[in-house]
């Protein structure tokens, strides 16, 4: 378990058959001095936890921490059996999963309960707790208690998958408010159970069918209070992985950041986004148009561009950054970069041109930062997956180097210009 107050993680393994992406970060917000917030982000055994502790500085901080470790103990105990599921998911195994969930939340509960009792604080110190738990390539268990949130984006349609568990909620469920009166409810964000207020907690626990390409946002309500579900869906369409999380914590904070931010991203790839199996939708006159390419038919293109990874960035974002590993050979599909040295605008590649081909052959860091100058698509090709390319397939080798020694040529002399310009000459 980590806490984070202003730093974000990036990690990305395989469970079983499905591969998972993750980005955290936690943000002390604008007003409060102190982070209650706690959360666990365990992509090798597929388990998310927020939690949002309640009962001012110390207490908040140390119920949502204990809770957080007290479920992924639990959990990593039983993980042998729950990984066993993806291989048996019989009806006996579904209901045991289910009741790992409850215990995990139960024992998390009755640790912080019996915590706040030995402090002097009982009924004033508690969290809330959202977690998720990925357990085959199809299917994810949700559990939850209190008023943090989990929301599902699929197809650009974003979907809250957790109820509050609060008064105006449970006014709205009954009938005994409108939705138009609900933000007007006296004392509507109150609680009606948190972790560690009682002996026992009733969680709500939901099975989840998963699609490649879904994505998750586990969050506090630092952040859902600020943000509405179009604007969710908006962020998680316009930027990548790595790029959300901040972006919807800048949001919250930009509009007040009156409590702890903490937001978790997942991502289930989708292979479909792969090259192999899209086939990228390239015609022969857009190949045609790319120097690395050369010389090559349509069969052999196809060859390489499954190797590569298809991506799609943003005006003004950074690809890789001077100094910093390079991230491959970078072959533009459409759009603009502008490729820099030391801060310097040395020149803008656009569709067809490639970049971090010395990096291939000299395997040191980013010998230049490149920044989009508009929306970009393009395909980048892992330093490593293609020197094991040029391994196996020497027919294609030979032309590609000859392609990439002739394009550093050109851009050698372009350079040479450029320079010549700079010294007045």
Known sequence: MAKNHGKSTNTNTKLTQISIQAWVKSDVGRVRKNNEDNFLADTVNGLFVVADGMGGHEHGELASQRATESVRNYIHNAMSGIKAFALDPSPERRAWL???????????????????????????????????????????????????????????????????????QEQLRKGLVRLEDAAHVPFGNTLLQAVGYRERVAPDILW????????????????????????????????????????????????????????????????????????????ADLLSQCPLLEGLGMAQSMRLLPIGQLRLFIKDEIIQA??????????????????????????????????????????????????????????????????????????????????????????????????????GQ
């Open 98 to 168: 289910e009741q790992i969930i409850e215990g995990a939340i139960q024992a998390a509960n009755l640790e912080v309960f019996k915590l706040a009792e030995q402090k002097g604080v009982a009924g004033n110190m508690g969290t809330t707790l959202s977690m998720l738990l990925f357990v085959s390539p199809n299917e994810a268990l949700l559990g939850h208690v209190g008023d943090s949130r989990i929301y599902r984006i699929r197809n650009k349609e974003v979907k809250q998958l957790t109820d509050d568990q609060t008064l105006v």
């Open 208 to 283: 989840l069918e998963l699609e490649p390409g879904d994505q998750f946002l586990l969050c506090s309500d630092g952040l859902s209070n600020y943000l509405i579900e179009d604007e969710i869906v908006t962020v998680f369409s316009q930027a990548r992985g790595e790029q959300i999380v901040p972006r919807l914590i800048a949001c919250a904070n930009a509009r007040g950041g009156r409590d702890n931010i903490t937001a978790i991203v997942t991502e289930i790839e989708d292979p479909s986004a792969s090259m192999a199996a899209t086939q990228l939708d390239l015609s």
């Open 322 to 423: 001077e100094g910093n590993p390079g991230v491959g050979l970078i072959m533009i599909l459409a759009g603009r970069i502008g490729l820099y040295r030391r801060g310097t605008w040395i020149s803008t590649a656009g569709s067809g041109d490639h970049f971090g081909d010395v990096e291939l052959f000299d395997q040191k860091n980013a010998s230049e930062s490149a920044i989009c100058e508009e929306e970009t698509r393009v395909i980048i090709f892992e330093h490593e997956k293609l020197r094991q390319f040029f391994n196996e397939n020497a027919d294609m080798a030979q032309k590609l180097l000859w392609n990439i020694a002739k394009y550093q040529a050109k851009r050698i002399r372009n350079y040479e210009g450029r320079l010549a310009q700079l010294l």
